[in-house]
C-alpha cells in the first residue's frame, strides 16, 4: 500500500515538508475568542495567485505551529478552506488542501470514538473529543478541480476538526460546560510555553525557504 497519499493520490515519493511551505510566510495562529474563528466562514470564489499563496503561508504555519492540519480561519482569514499533513493510524501519510470542504454524513450506524485532541488556536490544551471514525470530505483544489478525501482514524479526526472550522466551530464547541472550562485552563496554563516553542520552530524552519524554490516577491 502507497505511504503517502497527496490530495487522495498516492503518491511514490514525498519530502518531508509539502514544496508549498517553501514559498510561504509564518502567519499568526488566531486563538479561541476572536471573532474570525467563531461564525461560518465565506466560499472560495476565486481561484488564483492569491489563493496559491495563502495556501503556501497556512502550509508552513502549520508545520511552525507543529500542527497536522489548519484552517484558514486560524490565520485571520474568512475562507471556506484547509491544510493537512497528517498520518492515519496506519502510518499512512496524508498531505493536501480543500477549498470549499463539505463533509459527508456518517451513514447510520457508524459509531463515535473518542480519544485525545488539540487544537493550534486552544494552545496546549488537550481533551478527549468523539468523531468519527471514518470521514470523507469534498471540495476543490486550489486551481477549482473536484478533490475528493477520505479518512480513517486520526486522519479523519483531522478532516472533520478542520471542516468545523470552517464553520465556525472550534473543539471546544463539542465539549461539556465543564470540559471546556478545563480545556480553558489548560490553554492558560500552556499557552506562553507553546507560543515560545513556535517561535524557536520559526527559527529552525527558516531553511525550509531557503532551501526551496525562489519567492514570489510577497
Not at 510561504?24 to 466560499?43: A, K, S, Y
Not at 507543529?66 to 499512512?92: H, I, K, S, T, W
Not at 457508524?110 to 490544551?125: F, Q
Amino acid at each position: 500500500m502507497p505511504r503517502v497519499f497527496v490530495r487522495g493520490v498516492p503518491a511514490g515519493h514525498f519530502p518531508r515538508h509539502a514544496p508549498e511551505a517553501a514559498r510561504g510566510m509564518v502567519r499568526r495562529v488566531t486563538e479561541t475568542g476572536e471573532e474570525v474563528l467563531h461564525r461560518p466562514c465565506r466560499d472560495v470564489t476565486e481561484f488564483g495567485p492569491d489563493l496559491a499563496a495563502l495556501i503556501d503561508d497556512m502550509f508552513l504555519t502549520m508545520y511552525v505551529a507543529e500542527g497536522a492540519g489548519l484552517a484558514a480561519n486560524q490565520v485571520g482569514v474568512d475562507l471556506r478552506l484547509f491544510v493537512y499533513d497528517c498520518p492515519d493510524d496506519d502510518g499512512v501519510r496524508h498531505v493536501g488542501h480543500v477549498v470549499n470542504p463539505v463533509l459527508e454524513e456518517s451513514r447510520a450506524g457508524r459509531g463515535l470514538v473518542e480519544d485525545v485532541e488539540g487544537c493550534l488556536s486552544v494552545p496546549g490544551a488537550v481533551m478527549d473529543v468523539p468523531r468519527p471514525e471514518r470521514a470523507v470530505v469534498r471540495g476543490q483544489d486550489k486551481d477549482g478541480a473536484p478533490v475528493l478525501i477520505e479518512g480513517t482514524g486520526y486522519f479523519a479526526r483531522c478532516l472533520v476538526h478542520e471542516t468545523d472550522h470552517t464553520r465556525g466551530l472550534t473543539y471546544l464547541d463539542r465539549l461539556s460546560r465543564r470540559e471546556r472550562k478545563d480545556a480553558l485552563r489548560q490553554a492558560a496554563a500552556r499557552r506562553d510555553e507553546v507560543v515560545a516553542r513556535r517561535a524557536v520552530r520559526e527559527a529552525e524552519l527558516g531553511g525550509v525557504r531557503r532551501s526551496g524554490p525562489p519567492s514570489s516577491g510577497r
